[in-house]
Nanobody, 128 residues
Framework: EVQLVESGGGVVQAGGSLRLSCAAS????????ISWFRQAPGKEREGVSC????????FYADSVKDRFTISSDNAKNTVHLQMNSLKPEDTAVYYC?????????????????????WGQGTQVTVSS
């Protein structure tokens, strides 16, 4: 069974840090682009960051650039999202997703309907 399982969410004060993890089972990340999306209550789903396992390229939304870093641990089939300098507006449920059909060179990797696999999400709450 194919699964993506996110972990690492929680409650943190503004300016703090969290590290989200996304572990895959039932498939390997080889050839996939792995991305993080988030959705806050009453708001549209938003692309956060993408990572291509093929060439290591990464893309970030302007809202998180220079604060968030996406990385992979291929040996553990896991992708991480290091989130620093967190702001209240980063509060959302964060989802890990995987696709074979997108690269990570541009915001085209934020086409959420192109993703085959979705995790269940992990809540991130940033208090002011």
């Amino acid at each position: 069974e194919v699964q993506l399982v996110e972990s690492g969410g929680g409650v943190v004060q503004a300016g703090g840090s969290l590290r989200l993890s996304c572990a895959a089972s039932g498939f390997t990340f080889d050839g996939y682009t792995i991305s993080w999306f988030r959705q806050a209550p009453g708001k549209e789903r938003e692309g956060v960051s993408c990572l291509s396992s093929s060439d290591g390229s990464a893309f970030y939304a302007d809202s998180v650039k220079d604060r968030f870093t996406i990385s992979s641990d291929n040996a553990k089939n896991t992708v991480h999202l290091q989130m620093n300098s967190l702001k209240p507006e980063d509060t959302a449920v964060y989802y890990c997703v995987a696709t074979l059909v997108l690269s990570a060179y541009s915001d085209s990797c934020f086409l959420w309907y192109k993703y085959d696999y979705w995790g269940q999400g992990t809540q991130v709450t940033v208090s002011s």
